[in-house]
């Protein structure tokens, strides 16, 4: 069964897919690249030919919830997916590992931003020997200044979680043994 890692895999796949052009038009109009940063799409079908026990799988990791919803067969179930139809980033733990999802959802209406869990760090554990941090109140704050390729070597970039920072920031700040500057970006 797929752990959040391979799963984000199949999410990159998904962006290059000839028919998610949404996406990387929508991409494209805000300035990120998913050939530069980590992002995937969720097309909202990863479970669908799948056993019954990956679907339960996936639904411990937060990734499908039950739904009410008709189905065309009486035998099946439906689930509202996480993040459907959505640009994917990952949030990596301290060794890594992709451990939360923050979804986009831009073809809605008003676009909803949603996190899987409230672990992680994007877009990464900054580097032991950081000397400048920025701090930036969302995610896509983060992918924008990773994008713009204005940070210097020994710079790196964390975002807070809903605008919060967690123990995992912390955490990350204090690692930080040669760091001289902390810069909060804010709106």
Do not use: C, W
């Not at 411990?60 to 179930?77: E, I, W, Y």
């Not at 996190?115 to 992918?143: C, E, Q, V």
């Amino acid at each position: 069964m797929k752990d959040l890692n391979q799963l984000f895999q199949s999410f990159e796949t998904g962006i290059r897919n000839g028919k998610a052009e949404k996406p990387k038009q929508y991409l494209k109009s805000i300035g990120l690249d998913y050939n530069n940063l980590r992002i995937g799409f969720n097309s909202g079908q990863f479970h669908h030919r799948d056993k019954q026990e990956v679907k339960d799988h996936y639904e411990q990791l937060g990734l499908l919830v039950k739904s009410d919803a008709s189905v065309r067969d009486s035998s099946m179930t439906a689930y509202t997916v996480f993040g459907r139809y959505g640009l994917i980033f990952p949030l990596i733990d301290k060794v890594g590992q992709i451990v939360n999802y923050y979804a986009y959802r831009f073809d809605m209406a008003t676009p909803q931003e949603d996190y899987l869990n409230d672990k992680g760090i994007y877009p990464s554990y900054p580097h032991a020997s950081t000397k400048r941090l920025f701090i930036t109140p969302t995610l896509m704050d983060s992918a924008s200044l990773l994008q713009s390729k204005a940070l210097d070597q020994r710079e790196a970039v964390l975002a807070l979680h809903n605008g919060e920072l967690l123990p995992q920031h912390l955490e990350a700040i204090e690692a930080l043994k040669e760091l001289e500057e902390i810069i909060i970006i804010k709106y």
